[in-house]
């Protein structure tokens, strides 16, 4: 298989059409549609449903597309390889909002400043939804909370958080679950690891939740914790980033029930230059 066709399938993947592609690759369209052809017959089947003048990823075409994304990976790392070049390309991180938040801006600078030819792409999820995007390459790393053993993944702890109470600060004091049984609990969707810690908490006193209120960002919870609505939690870190807690009341939870490590995930045999840079990077914020 020719890397060139492959690049071509890709672009033509990511821009939704021939012609956008085209305009991105600079080139004139009956090239690109002749490098398509040229890759299905190479590969014998069809990658692309053409319909009312769209082109659709046939369920060969989905199954190619990720074998396409390694082979054009695998490419580049051979190259920077035997070239000995610093790392460079697109290093695509999934990561927690709080993580975004508060731990990567200073991790993020630095990187940048040392391998400038990196353009790192991040997207923000609950820890599930990381695990799944891995797994299924959408992103080369994650950044989840609570990581559950995989024999695909490979884990490097970098962060360790509490997570703590916040209510309203007319809120009678909290020192058990029991005393927020009848609150409203706000958190993000299924899927958020400290969502479980939060019903983990709650379970352990008998308290089963009534009343959920999911929303998708801390700024959100914050605020509707201070105007009264209900309680959550929330990582301690995220409130040094943010101003509006002057009408939250903090509750800490313990160092058994409160403590949360931060870990980056990624696919076993599977790290790029960048994110093997990117590894070192925290492991050296560690020491």
Same mark, same amino acid.
């Not at 970098?158 to 600060?169: G, K, S």
């Not at 870190?237 to 029930?257: D, E, M, P, Q």
């Given at each position: 298989?020719?890397?060139?066709?492959?690049?071509?399938?890709? =672009?033509?993947?990511?821009?939704?059409? /021939?012609?956008?592609?085209?305009?991105?690759?600079?080139?004139?369209?009956? #090239?690109?549609?002749?490098? /398509?052809?040229?890759l299905e017959a190479s590969l014998g089947t069809q990658l692309f449903v053409r319909q009312k003048r769209r082109l659709f990823l046939s369920p060969a075409g989905e199954l190619f597309l990720k074998y396409a994304e390694q082979l054009l990976r695998l490419s580049e790392q051979a190259r920077d390889a035997v070239q000995g070049t610093a790392?460079?390309?697109?290093?695509?991180?999934?990561?927690?909002?709080?993580?975004?938040?508060?731990?990567l801006p200073q991790v993020l600078a630095r990187y940048h400043e040392k391998y400038p030819e990196v353009r790192v792409e991040l997207t923000t999820?609950?820890?599930?939804?990381?695990?799944?995007?891995?797994?299924?390459?959408?992103?080369?790393?994650?950044?989840?909370?609570?990581?559950?053993?995989?024999?695909? /993944?490979?884990?490097?702890?970098?962060? #360790?958080?509490?997570?703590?109470?916040?209510?309203?600060?007319?809120?009678?004091?909290?020192?058990?679950?029991?005393?927020?049984r009848t609150d409203t609990i706000i958190t993000f969707p299924s899927g958020c690891a400290y969502r479980r810690r939060l019903h983990a908490w709650l379970s352990a006193d008998g308290i089963v939740p009534e009343k959920i209120l999911e929303v998708g960002s801390y700024h959100a919870i914050l605020a509707c914790v201070a105007s009264g609505t209900g309680i959550a939690f929330?990582?301690?870190?995220?409130?040094?980033?943010?101003?509006?807690?002057?009408?939250?009341?903090?509750?800490?939870?313990?160092?058994?029930?409160g403590k949360v490590? =931060?870990?980056? /995930?990624?696919?076993?045999?599977e790290a790029t230059p960048a994110l093997q840079s990117l590894r070192g990077e925290l492991a050296s914020g560690r020491k």
């Open positions: 298989m020719d890397l060139a066709a492959i690049r071509v399938f890709k =672009t033509v993947v990511e821009e939704g059409g /021939i012609s956008a592609a085209a305009r991105k690759l600079h080139r004139v369209q009956s #090239n690109v549609t002749t490098r /398509i052809q040229q790392p460079r390309g697109v290093l695509r991180i999934g990561t927690l909002e709080s993580t975004a938040a508060s731990r999820a609950t820890s599930d939804a990381l695990v799944e995007a891995v797994v299924q390459r959408k992103v080369d790393a994650a950044f989840v909370a609570d990581t559950i053993a995989a024999t695909q /993944i490979d884990a490097l702890p970098v962060f #360790n958080e509490e997570l703590v109470v916040v209510a309203p600060r007319a809120h009678p004091v909290i020192r058990r679950a029991r005393d927020v929330v990582p301690d870190s995220v409130l040094a980033t943010t101003r509006s807690t002057a009408n939250v009341a903090i509750y800490r939870l313990g160092a058994k029930k490590t =931060t870990s980056l /995930i990624w696919r076993k045999g």
